[in-house]
């Protein structure tokens, strides 16, 4: 697609219950990434796949959180049993290659609200 | 440590002014990147520029300007001739090589409100 599409868009689930984010990233673009934006914050880094190597999963914050990606393709990331403190907006980027200047898209996020 | 440090929480601009964002970092690599991104209250992240850690000259995009000392780890955003549209939340990033991970690390922001 022309951009980076995440959905939904907003979410509002009860705490306890499981929720699944999904990006999908620009055709073509190898890398992809999930961040966690709490508010009026910066980025924090979540996961980073790339291709079909193994994943870094370094910034997950508890064992709650996963993600998958299948190739290049759409990536879901699965927040188990979900906490108020997990409320925050959900960015996806991805990215075409592997240099320092790697152009990162950003999809418009996720507002996740746990009640 | 890898590190990004902004340490303007706000900032104000009158129309039509400069104004300069503060941005330091951290790194023991010789070979980085640095970004900086707008993200206006719809909550997009906006790519503005980016700097090589190899670049000699500072990267210029229109009214942004990015300040690059590398002896003094600072890359400030400069933006000249601000508009009312330049309200929104900066954030300044960086990009490291190597490992399996290019992941951006960022900072924690700058609100800039430009007034009429």
């Known amino acids: 697609g022309a951009g980076v599409s995440q959905s939904p868009s907003n979410k509002v689930t009860e705490k306890g219950k499981d929720v699944e984010l999904r990006c999908d990233p620009i055709?073509?673009?190898?890398?992809l990434y999930w961040y966690r934006q709490r508010l009026g914050q910066g980025l924090e880094f979540l996961i980073y796949?790339?291709?079909?190597?193994?994943?870094?999963k370094s910034g997950l914050p508890s064992d709650r959180f996963s993600a998958e990606r299948t190739g290049e393709s759409v990536s879901t990331l699965t927040i188990q049993r979900t906490q108020q403190e997990d409320s925050a907006v959900y960015l996806c980027?991805?990215?075409?290659?592997?240099?320092?200047?790697?152009?990162?898209?950003f999809g418009s996020g996720t507002r996740l609200t746990v009640v | 440590a890898q590190k990004i440090t902004q340490t303007q929480p706000g900032m104000f601009v009158q129309e039509k002014e400069a104004v300069t964002l503060d941005c330091t970092y951290d790194?023991?690599?010789?070979?980085?990147?640095l970004f900086w991104y707008k993200q206006p209250s719809s909550g997009e992240m906006i790519f503005l520029i980016y700097q090589g850690s190899y670049d000699e000259q500072n990267a210029t995009e229109g009214r942004y300007s990015l300040n690059f000392q590398k002896a003094r780890k600072s890359a400030n955003l400069v933006i000249s001739a601000s508009q009312l549209g330049d309200s929104a939340m900066y954030f300044c990033?960086?990009?490291?090589?190597?490992?399996?991970?290019?992941?951006?690390?960022f900072g924690t922001g700058t609100l800039l409100a430009v007034q009429p």
């Open positions: 796949f790339q291709g079909n190597s193994a994943p870094d």
């Open positions: 055709s073509g673009h190898t890398a």
């Open positions: 980027a991805s990215s075409l290659n592997r240099g320092l200047n790697y152009g990162y898209t």
């Open positions: 990033a960086m990009s490291l090589r190597g490992g399996a991970t290019n992941k951006l690390i």
């Open positions: 790194t023991s690599d010789q070979s980085y990147g």
